[in-house]
């Protein structure tokens, strides 16, 4: 397991939830939900984020169908994935699959009482947390990065 705090991106069209881990990789946490239907100022906002955390990846979920397929949200996710790594060259971005992160946040704020409501600014930080466990533990378990990293195009 490699050494490092790292980000995790939950993109929505309304917010971006990001979250982020110990230096030992072991707790994923929630960070905060930056507005995301100004992708500039967004974009702006998450580069001031990796600069404050100096992550050693970004790990951002990946919308993708039950069956793996992927449609036009998995396409807005990949471009503004390219458009991360553009503006973070130092720091690599990687994709992960996403499927049922959503779900499985709202399940658990649910079932700690917040209000679905209340919760939204909070839903999209608990999916990027759940992104963000689930990549670590993928790295445990297989010893390599997580996903499929964005290549940064001139």
């Not at 991106?9 to 930056?34: F, K, M, Q, Y």
């Not at 955390?53 to 994935?81: D, M, Q, T």
């Amino acid at each position: 397991m490699r050494r490092g705090r790292r980000l995790a991106i939950d993109v929505g069209d309304a917010r971006i939830g990001v979250a982020s881990c110990d230096p030992d990789g072991i707790l994923a946490t929630p960070v905060e939900t930056v507005p995301g239907r100004d992708v500039p100022a967004a974009q702006r906002r998450l580069k001031q984020l990796v600069e404050e955390y100096e992550p050693i990846e970004i790990v951002v979920g990946l919308p993708r169908s039950l069956g793996g397929g992927e449609g036009p949200a998995a396409a807005k996710v990949r471009g503004f994935a390219r458009e991360l790594a553009q503006n973070v060259p130092s720091v690599p971005v990687r994709l992960v699959d996403e499927r049922m992160t959503t779900v499985t946040a709202s399940q658990g704020l649910r079932a700690s009482g917040v209000r679905s409501k209340k919760g939204r600014s909070v839903i999209d930080q608990a999916a990027a947390v759940v992104i963000l466990q689930s990549a670590l533990e993928a790295e445990r378990a297989s010893g390599q990065a997580p996903g499929e990293g964005v290549e940064v195009t001139d």
